[in-house]
C-alpha cells in the first residue's frame, strides 16, 4: 500500500497540492519534512499524530526529515491563535530541542541510508543570516497581498474583541516568511520537495512551495501534504485530559496517565484513533472492532489502543507498570508494588485526608476511619462500625476488624493508607 493509499483509510489525510500523488509514486526516495515548534521540553499527544505522518512517509520508502523550529520558535506561528505568545530565550529553546530529538528518536529509524531520518533545526541557518540580508534575498520575492491573504494572517487582522483576536505583530506577520524558507533551504541543500504538517499549516506550507518557485526563477518544484487534524466527535481538539496537555516526556505525563487517556477513550472516537496512534493493520483494526462491537463494555479498542501507543512512546515495562496500577482500582493489583508517584496516579481522584502519625499511634481503626479523619470516610464512629460488622471496610486491601488497632495495618510507603468503604477509596496520608 502506497502513502496516500495508507493515509486515506486510517482517516489521516486532508489534502495535498496538484502532482503531489505522482511525486510520491515515482521509484526513487523523495525527502519530507515536517517542523516541530520547541515551546515546550516535550511533544504531546497533538505532535504525534504529525509524528506518524513521517513514520508513514519513511515505511513507504521514503526520507524523513523533522526540522527542530530553534529559530522559528522564537517569533511564534500565528496559525490557529488569537493571542501572541511569550517568547522564549535561546537557553529555553536549545534545552526543548534535545527533549524533542530524543522522542522523535524513538518514532524514526536514523540509520546511514537512503530513507534514513535525519533532525534538522533552522537556527543553524539563521543565526547568520543579517535581517538586511534576509530582506533583500528572501522578503522581496513575496507580496503583503500574498501573505495577508493566508487564513492565519486574515483571521487575527479582521478579529474583533468578540473572537478574542489581538491583532498580529509583523514578528508574526513574518513567521510564514522564514518558514518558507526553511522549505527553500532544505530543498536546496538535502533535496526536501516535499513539506507534511496538519491541516491548520497549508498556509505556511504552501508559501514555501511558493517560494521555491520564486527564488528558482520558476524551475523549482515542491509538494505540500496536509493531515486532519485530530478531533473527537464533539469537535474539539484531542490531546487534553482533565489535568492538561498529554505530554510524551514521562516525567510530564507519567505512564499510568498516558496509559489512562487512551484507555478512557470514547467508542466514537476509539476507531479513528487506534487508526491514527497505532501501526496495527486494516484487518487487524476490523478484527478488534469487531470483537468491540460484541462486547462494548469489555471496552477492547481501547485496550489496545493504549498499549499500542503505551509500548512506543514509553517501553513495554512502562506499560505492563501502568496495566497493573490500573488493575488496582478493580481490586487486582497489588498495593504494595505502586511507587509513590504511580500510587498518587491512580488515587488522584478519590478523597484524600492527613493525620499525623503521633495522633494514629493511640487510635484504635473505627476512630481512624471515623472522627479521626474528619468525618471524611464514615461521618460517625457507628455508621463505622455497622459496616465493618458487615465486612464492607478494608485498609491497603485488609478487611477491618472491630477490636483492631489504627496501627495494626502497616502503612505503603511508610505514609500512606489506603481506605475502601464498599465500593469507594480514600486515601489517608501519615504525617
Excluded: C
Amino acid at each position: 500500500m502506497d502513502l496516500l493509499e495508507e493515509l486515506r483509510w486510517r482517516g489521516m489525510f486532508h489534502d495535498m497540492m496538484p502532482g503531489t500523488d505522482e511525486h510520491l509514486r515515482q521509484n526513487a526516495p523523495i525527502t519530507g519534512y515536517i517542523g516541530f515548534d520547541p515551546t515546550a521540553s516535550s511533544l504531546h499527544i497533538g505532535n504525534l499524530a504529525t509524528i506518524m505522518l513521517l513514520v508513514h512517509l519513511q515505511r513507504a520508502g521514503h526520507r524523513p526529515l523533522a526540522l527542530v523550529g530553534g529559530a522559528t520558535g522564537m517569533i511564534g506561528d500565528p496559525s490557529g491563535k488569537s493571542a501572541e505568545r511569550n517568547l522564549l530565550d535561546e537557553e529555553a529553546l536549545r534545552r526543548n530541542q534535545a527533549g524533542i530529538k530524543a522522542q522523535l528518536e524513538k518514532f524514526l529509524d536514523f540509520n546511514e541510508g537512503p530513507t534514513g531520518a535525519k533532525v534538522v533545526n533552522n537556527y543553524d541557518w539563521f543565526k547568520d543570516f543579517g535581517f538586511l540580508q534576509f530582506l533583500r534575498e528572501v522578503g522581496k520575492h513575496l507580496t503583503v497581498n500574498y501573505m495577508m491573504a493566508k487564513d492565519s494572517v486574515k483571521r487575527r487582522i479582521s478579529g474583533n474583541e468578540d473572537s478574542g483576536a489581538e491583532g498580529l505583530s509583523y514578528t508574526e506577520f513574518s513567521y510564514q516568511l522564514l518558514q518558507g524558507y526553511d522549505f527553500f533551504h532544505l530543498y536546496k541543500e538535502l533535496g526536501t520537495t516535499l513539506q507534511m504538517g496538519a491541516s491548520d499549516q497549508w498556509g505556511n506550507i504552501t508559501t514555501g512551495t511558493e517560494l521555491i518557485r520564486r527564488m528558482s526563477n520558476g524551475e523549482g518544484k515542491a509538494y505540500a501534504l496536509t493531515g486532519q487534524l485530530i478531533t473527537k466527535a464533539d469537535g474539539t481538539k484531542y490531546g487534553k485530559s482533565e489535568t492538561g496537555t498529554v505530554w510524551l516526556d514521562p516525567t510530564m505525563t507519567s505512564p499510568y496517565q498516558f496509559y489512562q487517556f487512551f484507555l478512557r477513550a470514547e467508542d466514537v472516537d476509539a476507531p479513528r484513533l487506534i487508526r491514527v496512534f497505532t501501526l496495527l493493520s486494516q484487518q487487524e483494526i476490523e478484527a478488534l472492532e469487531a470483537e468491540h462491537a460484541q462486547a462494548p463494555h469489555l471496552r477492547v479498542l481501547q485496550k489496545a489502543l493504549a498499549k499500542d501507543v503505551t509500548i512506543r512512546v514509553h517501553s513495554q515495562e512502562a506499560f505492563e507498570a501502568a496495566l497493573a496500577a490500573s488493575q488496582v482500582l478493580f481490586g487486582g493489583g497489588d498495593l504494595a508494588s505502586l511507587d509513590e508517584a504511580t500510587l498518587l496516579d491512580v488515587f488522584a481522584g478519590v478523597p484524600q485526608v492527613e493525620i499525623s502519625r503521633s495522633e494514629v499511634a493511640d487510635l484504635d481503626a473505627l476512630t481512624l476511619l471515623s472522627t479521626a479523619t474528619n468525618g471524611v470516610i464514615f461521618a460517625s464512629k457507628g455508621e463505622a462500625r455497622k459496616m465493618v460488622q458487615n465486612n464492607g471496610v478494608k485498609l491497603n486491601r485488609q478487611k477491618v476488624a472491630l477490636d483492631q488497632s489504627a496501627t495494626a495495618v502497616a502503612p505503603l510507603l511508610d505514609k500512606y493508607l489506603v481506605a475502601q468503604k464498599g465500593k469507594s477509596y480514600f486515601l489517608i496520608k501519615l504525617i
